[in-house]
């Protein structure tokens, strides 16, 4: 795995309940190495759960997860049954490098200087539009980056997903948890959760 080897970027969307919020992170894929995933997450202590009033005021600290799409999307889809959504998005390449090494530089940050999670101002998605702003977006802020239970809208009306379907059925295609269970413990799970995606386009 190298970034040489990088050739795009895929975004998930996880909910506890479908609704107007959820959970995002992203993949980064590779031509020679199965997928590199990157979630944003609250670091709770045992027993205590997440409440989003308290994430406003220190309570949770903030830690980012890097591992396979086996175990960061198995969890959600195989074990904790939440409806998981994955986009491929039309980032270049080059974009998806940029954003990967702003990633890797933020993680080192945090294990000199931990950071506490924020819903509002240092939580997955609004970091996430952090770093693409970082590696070269171009967009306005947008309601949906803090209700991003509604990100896919956005990243649909937007441009940054394939467009040629009408978006609900992009929506329908794109949830995997079926395709997750079948592939519960397979080697090829980052394939087999794909394989009814609708074609990228960069």
């Not at 969890?75 to 490098?97: G, M």
């Not at 506490?116 to 770093?131: A, V």
């Not at 803090?146 to 937007?158: F, R, T, V």
Request: hydrophobic fraction near 40%; glycine fraction near 6%.
């Amino acid at each position: 795995m190298s970034l040489s080897h990088l050739t795009g970027l895929d975004f998930y969307v996880s909910y506890f309940t479908e609704g107007s919020v959820g959970h995002t992170f992203v993949s980064f894929t590779f031509d020679n190495a199965p997928p590199l995933s990157i979630s944003i997450e609250t670091r709770p202590e045992i027993g205590e759960g997440f409440a989003p009033v308290a994430s406003l005021f220190k309570k949770f600290e903030l830690i980012y997860l890097v591992g396979s799409e086996r175990d960061l999307v198995g969890v959600r889809t195989n074990h904790r049954r939440e409806p998981v959504y994955l986009y491929r998005l039309n980032a270049s390449a080059d974009d998806a490098r940029r954003l990967l090494l702003i990633y890797l530089t933020r993680i080192n940050e945090l294990a000199d200087r931990p950071e506490f999670y924020n819903l509002l101002t240092n939580s997955c998605t609004i970091n996430i539009i952090r770093y693409a702003n970082a590696a070269g977006r171009a967009g306005r802020i947008d309601i949906r980056h803090l209700l991003n239970g509604l990100i896919d809208s956005y990243l649909y009306h937007s441009g940054r997903v394939d467009t040629t379907l009408p978006f609900d059925e992009l929506r329908r295609r794109s949830l995997i948890n079926e395709a997750a269970r079948a592939a519960d413990g397979a080697s090829d799970f980052p394939e087999r959760i794909r394989a009814s995606l609708p074609t990228v386009h960069p």
